[in-house]
């Protein structure tokens, strides 16, 4: 499940992607089990950008090839701070499916 913030700071809601891929193969019985790993990565300033003109209302501007360039060039070359990754323990699919039909008798 990938989560995030808008670019004013409140919460996105979730996106499943690749975990509805894997509680979709469980449950039509294609795979019998799955391990998740829940991971969370945090960091301390935005890599997106300033976008303090689209805020206020102005316009964005063109992007160009060149403008592109320039701006991987700046990201690669600039210091965002510390970075944090945990990883927590991984949980097994089918034990927690049976223990929410279990809870739900």
Same mark, same amino acid.
């Given at each position: 499940?990938l989560? =995030?913030?808008?670019?004013?700071?409140?919460?996105?809601?979730?996106?499943?992607?690749? @975990?509805?891929v !894997? %509680?979709d193969? &469980?449950?039509? =019985?294609?795979?019998?089990?799955? @391990? %998740?790993?829940p991971?969370?990565?945090? #960091?301390?300033? @935005?890599?997106?950008?300033?976008?303090?003109?689209?805020? %206020?209302?102005?316009?964005k501007?063109?992007?160009?090839?060149?403008?592109?360039?320039?701006?991987?060039?700046?990201?690669?070359?600039?210091? #965002?701070?510390?970075?944090?990754?945990?990883?927590?323990?991984?949980?097994? %699919?089918?034990?927690?499916? &049976?223990?929410? !039909?279990?809870?739900?008798?």
């Open positions: 499940m989560g =995030g913030r808008t670019r004013t700071g409140k919460p996105c809601m979730p996106k499943y992607g690749i @975990l509805s !894997i %509680l193969t &469980f449950m039509d =019985g294609t795979i019998e089990d799955a @391990l %998740l790993v991971v969370s990565v945090n #960091y301390e300033k @935005l890599v997106d950008g300033n976008f303090i003109r689209e805020q %206020l209302g102005q316009p501007e063109m992007e160009t090839f060149g403008s592109a360039i320039k701006g991987i060039w700046s990201v690669l070359n600039s210091n #965002y701070g510390m970075m944090r990754i945990d990883f927590n323990q991984p949980f097994s %699919l089918r034990v927690s499916h &049976f223990y929410f !039909i279990a809870k739900k008798l």
